[in-house]
């Protein structure tokens, strides 16, 4: 059982646990993959808060870091940092945003570890902008190949 209390899921099925089983969410998105490993997915945010921003997940599906076991939080910081090089020489950013959410009192709306790696910029001011739209499969899978390209 998890350390945190997370709310009853808001969907039937785990938009990440669709995006590793290949399916389309109920969110109606598609994942636009830049790597896969044994244990960790990376793909292009679906959302248009950060152009660039990745998430780095689990195959399996845990709830919070706390959950994970050791092979897994190994790989999925390591992941993360190899995310991390490859939108940092794709984009040319000023900087970088690397985060983890646990429990809905940090904000953790999907019940499922991701990491969230987001290019930033000087003229962003640091923000964290609300939920955009979603930026459309076919823009997300020509990033997500370009950053692939440069994934090590």
């Known amino acids: 059982m998890s350390y945190f209390e997370l709310p009853e899921p808001r969907r039937e099925r785990c938009p990440f646990c669709d995006n590793v089983a290949g399916r389309v969410s109920e969110r109606g998105t598609r994942c636009a993959v830049v790597s896969e490993t044994d244990l960790t997915l990376t793909f292009v945010a679906p959302r248009r808060q950060h152009s660039g921003r990745l998430l780095v997940i689990t195959k399996r599906h845990v709830p919070t870091l706390l959950d994970l076991t050791d092979e897994e939080a190994v790989a999925i910081m390591r992941d993360t940092r190899r995310a991390a090089l490859a939108v940092t020489r794709a984009l040319e950013p000023d900087g970088l945003t690397i985060y ?19 290019p930033r910029y000087r003229d962003d001011a640091g923000a964290i902008p609300e939920k955009g739209p979603v930026i459309p ?6 990033l997500a190949e370009r950053i692939a390209g440069l994934f090590e």
């Open 100 to 118: 983890q959410n646990n429990g809905v009192g940090a904000g953790h709306e999907i019940p499922h570890v991701h990491m969230h790696v987001v």
């Open 137 to 142: 499969y076919e823009e997300r899978a020509e």
